[in-house]
T-cell receptor, first 113, second 115 residues
């Protein structure tokens, strides 16, 4: 049972444009959500997170939006840069982030120069 | 920021031998660490939760006698793959909750190849 889903396995975007990565979850106990960036043969790198008490969190070029009623979140990258090309994982946890994290299946983003 | 050091970064071993992977939190204490496994082109699957001073909690389907976890101190957790077989070849990653906005910090991963 995949509790966190990223339905788009890959995404290609032109440099300078907006990248939108989507994530859906099914477990209503999740209250803390994170996005990670991962290169091959490396551990994930934390990008941005959001608590369920918020619906938006912004950090530089990265913004995460949370729609609790739809159990959906998205990561916006503006403007996209070639260095953003990587696999992005959405993740979720319960109890404010202090329990185990459940990862989505990942979306491979390619930013075309 | 918080750093989690994982060692070795890659290892090749013969079938039937055991391999130990170390995960250290360098600048924070971690009462709980997590071990993940990633198969090619797949998500990170949680294997077990490592608790300092107590037994690890394994996810369903993970053989606890095969994947031995020891969390002897607040900064070190180890995963030992016992009697390794080629199907154990994978990318293993540890993480710890460093608190604050960073949430979970991940190690750089270990590529295990069993030949």
């Amino acid at each position: 049972d995949q509790q966190v889903k990223q339905n788009s396995p890959s995404l290609s975007v032109q440099e300078g444009r907006i990248s939108i990565l989507n994530c859906d979850y099914t477990n209503s106990m999740f209250d803390y959500f994170l996005w990670y960036k991962k290169y091959p043969a490396e551990g994930p790198t934390f990008l941005i997170s959001i608590s369920s008490i918020k619906d938006k969190n912004e950090d530089g070029r990265f913004t995460v939006f949370l729609n609790k009623s739809a159990k959906h979140l998205s990561l916006h990258i503006v403007p996209s840069q070639p260095g953003d090309s990587a696999v992005y994982f959405c993740a979720a946890s319960a109890s404010g982030g202090y329990q185990k994290v459940t990862f989505g299946t990942g979306t491979k983003l390619q930013v075309i120069p | 920021g918080a750093v989690v050091s994982q060692h070795p970064s890659w290892v090749i071993c013969k079938s039937g031998t055991s391999v130990k992977i170390e995960c250290r939190s360098l600048d924070f204490q971690a009462t709980t660490m997590f071990w993940y496994r990633q198969f090619p082109k797949q998500s990170l699957m949680l294997m077990a939760t490592s608790n300092e001073g107590s037994k690890a909690t394994y996810e369903q389907g993970v053989e606890k006698d095969k994947f031995l976890i020891n969390h002897a101190s607040l900064t070190l957790s180890t995963l030992t793959v016992t009697s390794a077989h080629p199907e154990d070849s994978s990318f293993y990653i540890c993480s710890a909750n460093s608190g604050g906005v960073y949430g979970y910090t991940f190690g750089s991963g270990t590529r295990l190849t069993v030949v």
